[in-house]
């Protein structure tokens, strides 16, 4: 099956500077990547996703990279806010339609 | 418009109980799919519907782990006697089509807590 990895498991980045966070995979036949956001007590919420005809992909303020030949992507979060606050978690496509996700990233943007 | 909702938002139950939680998807989205989420910790797929059909149940921990969906659209998954591992957030989620790139729209999640 699908292995999702995250690094760093916790990033503390000051208000307006910018936050990174690269998401490794095992199978290099997925195709589709997605970016999560969770907010304390409320379910995941695709901010953005990456399909592998492509390397970049931006939506404002939110940009993800993919290296296909590496096996990872990045989330790119420029001129962070306060309610950039939240779990990122990055997952990828195994069987059918269901995605694996990682352990999530913990982002915390200091006013 | 309204979104996946889940019911109950917390339920506690005592170690061997049964407990039933339900999913409520968006309205004509063929795929749902329910997740386990444990503290600190990334989704974890448990069960696939689409429509009525339960195609992959490859996820369920045990065999007291049961999830229907009678007529394509509310789901339950019905947890039989109730272990303290059971504990977790059970996520649902609903997609509109049948690929993986079909965006996945989560609910707020069912927080068990097994004592």
């Known amino acids: 099956g699908e292995n999702v990895e995250q690094h760093p498991s916790t990033l503390s980045v000051q208000e307006g500077d910018s936050a990174v966070i690269k998401c490794t995979y095992s199978?290099?036949?997925?195709?589709?990547f997605p970016w999560y956001k969770q907010e304390l007590g409320k379910g995941p919420q695709l901010i953005i996703d990456i399909r592998s005809n492509v390397g970049e992909k931006k939506d404002q303020r939110i940009a993800v990279t993919l290296n296909k030949t590496a096996k990872h992507f990045s989330l790119h979060i420029t001129e962070t806010q306060p309610e950039d606050s939240a779990v990122y978690f990055c997952?990828?496509?195994?069987?059918?339609?269901?995605?694996?996700f990682g352990k999530g990233n913990q982002v915390v943007v200091i006013p | 418009g309204a979104g996946v909702s889940q019911s109950p938002r917390y339920k506690v139950a005592k170690r061997g109980q049964d407990v039933a939680l339900r999913c409520d998807p968006i309205?004509?989205?063929?795929?749902l799919f329910w997740y386990q989420q444990a503290l600190g910790q990334g989704p974890e797929f448990l069960t696939y519907?689409?429509?009525?059909?339960?195609?992959?149940k490859s996820g369920l921990p045990s065999d007291r782990f049961f999830a229907e969906r009678p007529e394509g659209s509310v789901s339950t998954l019905k947890i039989q006697r109730t272990q303290q591992e059971d504990s977790a957030v059970y996520l649902c989620a609903s997609s509109q089509g049948l690929a993986s790139y079909n965006e996945q729209f989560f609910g707020p999640g069912t927080r068990l807590t097994v004592l």
């Open positions: 997952a990828a496509p195994y069987g059918n339609n269901r995605l694996a």
């Open positions: 199978d290099s036949a997925s195709n589709y």
């Open positions: 519907f689409q429509n009525e059909a339960q195609l992959d």
């Open positions: 309205s004509g989205h063929v795929s």
